[in-house]
């Protein structure tokens, strides 16, 4: 079953635009933590966002936030005044600690976004 | 700091044929983890080593592929009889492993073809 649910899987906005991707997670462990990755033409992974359950519902790092509701097993990347550098691949992730075998990274299948100047 | 090494970046097999996908870690980092990335499945985890043992290998296939880390500077993907549907991206990555959720970082990722 897939633990990351990302419902949008490409979409497209204008330079300036805001962007709001969804994610959605499964998880019976108390400790966890949620990241969002962006997936490089380069094929690089780069970490954005990082957000732990125990934390503040938002965090940000530059133009990048999220809005965390815990309860609804819920975290949202917004980027804001979208540039086309933007353009990518988004990965919602969830972090849990494994029983004897250290810990695991799942992923959603990711959203491409295509900013247009 | 390099980061993590993914070679090669482009492989093309034929059908049958054996693949061998290298990965170095970032120095000091304990942990591996491997990950096939295809548009089908998304990003999925195939296996996972601390301090070069193998930790969970719960996504490998049971068949044709192996994964090893003979020492602490790489770690090597093999799939023996490469077949249509191993065509993917093989993402590699390192983290401090120190118990907690620590950022995993990322190679380029080795995009295997096969014919």
């Known amino acids: 079953a897939q633990k990351v649910i990302q419902v949008w899987s490409t979409t497209s906005r204008q330079e300036g635009e805001k962007l709001t991707l969804d994610c959605s997670y499964k998880?019976?462990?108390?400790?966890?933590?949620l990241f969002w990755y962006k997936h490089l033409l380069s094929g690089e992974m780069v970490l954005l966002i990082r957000?732990?359950?125990?934390?503040?519902a938002i965090e940000r790092s530059g133009r990048y936030s999220v809005v965390f509701q815990k309860s609804r097993k819920s975290i949202s990347l917004v980027i804001s005044t979208l540039q086309p550098d933007d353009s990518g691949k988004y990965f919602c992730?969830?972090?849990?600690?494994?029983?004897?075998?250290?810990?695991?990274?799942?992923f959603g299948k990711g959203a491409k976004l295509t900013v247009s100047p | 700091n390099a980061g993590v090494i993914q070679t090669p970046r482009h492989k093309v097999t034929g059908k049958g044929q054996e693949a061998t996908l290298w990965c170095e870690p970032i120095?000091?980092?304990?942990?591996v983890f491997w990950y096939r990335q295809t548009i089908v499945q998304g990003l999925e985890f195939l296996t996972y080593?601390?301090?070069?043992?193998?930790?969970?290998d719960s996504g490998m296939p049971k068949e044709r592929f192996s994964a090893q880390m003979p020492n602490q500077s790489h770690s090597t993907l093999k799939i023996q009889s490469t077949q249509p549907q191993d065509s993917a991206v093989y993402l590699c990555?390192?983290?401090?492993?120190?118990?907690?959720?620590?950022?995993?970082?990322f190679g380029s990722g080795t995009r295997l073809t096969v014919l």
């Open positions: 992730a969830l972090w849990e600690p494994q029983q004897g075998t250290g810990s695991k990274l799942s």
């Open positions: 998880t019976s462990q108390v400790l966890y933590h």
């Open positions: 080593f601390r301090n070069q043992a193998p930790i969970d």
């Open positions: 120095s000091g980092h304990s942990a």
């Open positions: 990555a390192s983290s401090l492993d120190l118990g907690g959720a620590e950022t995993l970082y």
């Open positions: 957000q732990m359950p125990s934390t503040i």
